[in-house]
């Protein structure tokens, strides 16, 4: 079977250790994270997990069943057609071309987020794949530093 | 109403109708037991190690289907209880486990027995809990009965930091739970039940599969209805053994490694399969590439992610059991034609004739079957069977004639050796009326020996029956079998006196080497009804046959074995 990779987001009710039975959840089965992303939701008592993670048609299935099955889960969404974004920060040596590291931010979505006097940061906010592409064409300005935040995802519809 | 957290704990059991609590008392838990000294609501059986306390506790909700109850204190205390509740997690079995914890205000500090204890249960409990006020202990004890028997059933571990069972806070038990997060599917889709019935109705070769789940959702009674109404034949899990009668003409026997021959065929050659309530282990289905290749599959669950997880099925259905059988009967009686089955039901007896299940009995030497099968003729139904995990555990699966649900109590999934003796104590308490026997091996008895202490202390008269081959016997079959004869660590010929062993906490003991001295043993047992140690010598060299070795396929059995 055809190993795939896949967005799954889930709202579970935000209490003690809820993070560690999804996380223990993975590693007990042998599932792979690949990223992950949790924050609460605004005005409720639930959390937000957005994971990114890879396996074949029967693997997604059991991934999906047993995130439901814990009793602080309340949904698992999971669709074909997801809008997704991942965000960066990188961190440049000051002495780089400044004008061209933000050209390439602003090619991507982003910009000059802080100027020391040592290092420029920058951050990025994009599809995932474009991000990947963001960071390869970044390696020619000597970063220091990457920081990447995981992807983040909703339903188009 | 104010009360501390300890006292909570103590009227939640009383509201819960909870009559046995099992445990061991320890510094963490000291609170809970010293609220407990003051009411006369339900008895406390100390048992002699934790582990036991949540076996018993398991041999109580298996024998009746009510949540077992047990507390352990902290630390040690907990860690020993852990292998009790994995043994109910992997067979669905409502337990809520109570165990103190070190005071909030020490917990990561590494104190003097700390352990993370939810850390630890998480992954082998349906549902743990930390208690962090004793505001929140009401709402949280009623949840832990809520979800261990509700869905599909397992343990709910409630950890109780000391200074919260000391806390003062209001009590108010909640009459019901609403847990949005966990809503169980319980009725049965019913455009899939009607296509599973015309499925069954056009089968020509259907089999029904019937799994725990039955038990669990105490609904034999339909599913031999449904059997006699189909007249299909079936074949049973381990943990489903008892739902048919032994002497129904269509139980087609025990499925899996150590199944019968019809069965195993049966499931090969089908093509429908009518699983209730089974998960498919691998010990059922052998290599799964080649399982029930030819068959369409009906898979009834309230889990879920019990269904398609192994096997792909053709009829998914969630839902409780019970609830989903109340549908599907009727629409299969208004349309099935028994007769339509007769050709296979004629070729599932002709593979019956050639393999029947048995053994060679002797006059020499005691064969470890007879013992089973005698204990069948002479207590039959009176008798509830526990086990311990082994050969003699396959031995009694296979050859004790059952005749209702919950009369086998053995550890299914996670085989867990010591858990048969303790099971039978709880067994006991629970239904009084029955004679607790408990088949052991002469490794799996001294795994929770110490509990002789207790059963005797608490007049417990469980009858332990040792099928005494002085080996480690499973694991010797299989160094036989595959390992060239290479017996390592498994001749177990130094061992106590178990006569001794069990006069000495206050039992009585036999040692038996005749089938005469085990008629004689057995009667004076039952007749004395004390806590019994029936150690009889076997046959050494017996194996459990049929079998399918590990990871070969069902349609192809070891049938005997020559040396």
Known sequence: ?????????????????????????????????????????????????????????????????????????????????????????????INESLS?????????????????????????????????????????FHPVEIVRGGVVAMERE | MEMTGAQMVIEAMKLEGVDTVFGYPGGAIMNVYDEMYKQKDFKHILTRHEQAAVHAAEGYARSTGKVGVAFVTSGPGFTNAVTGLATAY?????????????????????????????????????????????????????????????????PVHVDIPKDVTAELAKFDYPTRVDIPTYRPTTKGNVRQIKKAAEAICKAKRPVFYLGGGIIHSGSADLVREFV????????????????????????????????????NMAMSEADLMIALGPRFDDRVTGKLSEFAKHAKIIHVDIDPSSIGKLVDVDYPIVGDLKEVLEVMIPKVKEQVDPDRYQPWREILKRYNEIHPLGYEDSDKVIKPQWVIERVGELLGEDAVISTDVGQHQMWTAQFYPFTFPRQFITSGGLGT??????????????????????????????MN????????????????????????????????????????????????????????????????????????????AVEKGVVAMIDVVVDRNENVLPMVPSGGTLYNMMLEFKD
Not at chain 2, 137 to 151: D, N
Not at chain 2, 237 to 244: D, E, N, P, Q
Request: net charge neutral; charged share 20%.
């Open chain 1, 1 to 93: 079977m055809k190993v795939e990779r896949r967005i799954i987001s889930v709202i579970v009710q935000n209490e003690h250790s809820v993070l560690a039975r999804i996380t223990g959840l993975f590693a007990a089965r042998g599932y792979n994270i690949e990223a992950l992303t949790v924050a609460p939701i605004p005005e409720s008592d639930m959390s937000r997990l957005t994971i990114e993670t890879r396996g074949n048609v029967r693997v997604i299935e059991q991934i999906i069943k047993q995130l439901h099955k814990l009793i602080p889960t309340y949904k698992v969404i999971e669709h074909e057609e997801m809008i997704e974004k991942e965000m960066v920060m990188m961190k440049f040596p």
């Open chain 1, 100 to 140: 061209s590291i933000q050209a390439l931010c602003q090619a991507y979505n982003g910009g000059i987020a802080n100027v020391s006097s040592q290092h420029i940061i920058t951050m990025v906010a994009d599809e995932p794949k474009r991000v990947k592409h963001f960071i390869e064409a970044a390696q020619r």
């Open chain 2, 90 to 154: 992997m067979d669905s079995i409502p337990l809520v486990v109570i165990s103190g914890q070190v005071p909030i205000t020490l917990i990561g500090t590494d104190a003097f027995q700390e352990i993370d204890a939810t850390g630890i249960s998480r992954s082998c409990t349906k549902h743990n809990y930390l208690v962090r006020s004793a505001s929140e202990l009401p709402l949280i004890l009623k949840e832990a009965f809520y979800i261990a028997s509700s869905g599909r059933p397992g």
């Open chain 2, 228 to 263: 006699k109404a189909t007249q299909i034949p079936a074949v049973e899990t381990l943990m489903a053994r008892g739902t048919l009668r032994h002497d129904d003409p269509l139980l087609l026997g025990m499925v899996g490694m150590h199944g019968t021959y019809q069965a």
């Open chain 2, 417 to 446: 050796m010591g858990f048969g003796f303790p099971a039978a104590m709880g067994v006991k308490r629970a239904r009084p009326e029955k004679i607790s026997v408990n088949f052991t091996g002469d490794g799996s008895i001294l």
């Open chain 2, 449 to 524: 020996i110490q509990e002789l202490v207790t059963a005797v202390e608490s007049r417990l008269p469980v009858i332990n029956i040792i099928l005494n081959n002085h080996y480690l016997g499973m694991v010797r079959q299989w160094q036989t079998f595959f390992y060239e004869k290479r017996y390592a660590e498994t001749d177990l010929s130094f061992q106590p006196d178990f006569v001794r062993l069990a006069e000495a906490c206050g039992g009585i003991g036999y040692r038996v080497e005749t089938k005469d001295e085990f008629d004689e043993a057995l009667k004076d």
